[in-house]
């Protein structure tokens, strides 16, 4: 017997009616996501208990990219699925500052920025290489390093922007720890970033840190 026959007998109907995604609560979203062939309801109990068990969306991400928790729900197939659903959106986000695609909203580049080192299990630097008009040429993740850090050489960052004929640089780097709040030596080597960059009149814009939470612009802080 198939899961929806069985569903139908169950006294509920399948819940495929999905037209308006973005109306959904994280449940609903996530029931159907997993959970197709049940009744809406079933779906989104189901959902809203595996929410809980893992402290929020976030939570369960992570999980997934461990191949599952079964201890506490999450199996294999259901993990492989969050995880398809997670790189689709870190895709579409990358494709929105391909080459040529101009940052003209600093809530898109903060997105893909938080899509693309969030939740790292090593400090990864990342630097978006400019045009004059802040197209995007390229976004290279330049250094990795160990949970407590990564070693950032400015000539190499110089090196590469100049190779790319990039009139502006906009770097960021995660904090495993999941705290965004700049070090002493995230404001100098963002110092030193600076420093070499404008040797060759490029701007370096800003330098955002990555945590669990809001993202930190040292620019925004006045610090760059």
């Known amino acids: 017997m198939s899961t929806d026959q069985q569903t139908e007998l169950d006294g509920g ?9 973005g109306a959904l609560s994280d449940a609903e979203l996530l029931g159907r996501l ?4 049940q009744s809406c309801e079933q779906a989104g109990q189901r959902a809203q208990e595996l929410i809980q068990r893992f402290g929020g969306l976030r939570g369960l991400v992570i999980a997934s990219r461990r191949h599952g928790d079964s201890r506490n ?3 294999g197939r259901d993990a492989r699925q969050i995880c398809l659903a997670t790189e689709l959106a870190r895709r579409q986000l990358k ?3 391909q080459r040529g695609a101009a940052l003209t909203s600093p809530t898109m580049t903060v997105e ?3 899509t693309r080192l969030r939740d790292r299990q090593r400090e990864i630097f990342t630097c978006l290489f400019l045009d004059t008009r802040h197209r995007v040429i390229a976004a290279e993740d330049l250094f990795q390093g160990s949970i407590d850090g990564a070693c950032v050489y400015p000539r190499v960052v110089a090196e590469r922007a100049l190779r790319l004929s990039a009139a502006a640089v906009i770097v ?3 904090h495993p720890s999941g705290i965004a709040e700049p070090s002493l030596a995230d404001q100098a080597i ?3 970033l600076k420093d070499a960059l404008a040797l060759l009149e490029i701007r370096l814009l800003d330098h955002f840190i990555i945590g669990s939470g809001t993202p930190v612009s040292l620019a925004g802080r006045g610090l760059l």
Request: charged share 20%; with cysteine.
């Open 34 to 37: 997993l959970y197709r062939g």
């Open 190 to 192: 963002t110092r030193r």
């Open 112 to 114: 893909y920025l938080q």
């Open 73 to 75: 729900g999450l199996n």
């Open 95 to 97: 494709q929105s500052l």
């Open 13 to 21: 109907q399948p819940c495929q009616d999905v037209f308006e995604p």
């Open 172 to 174: 960021a780097h995660n």
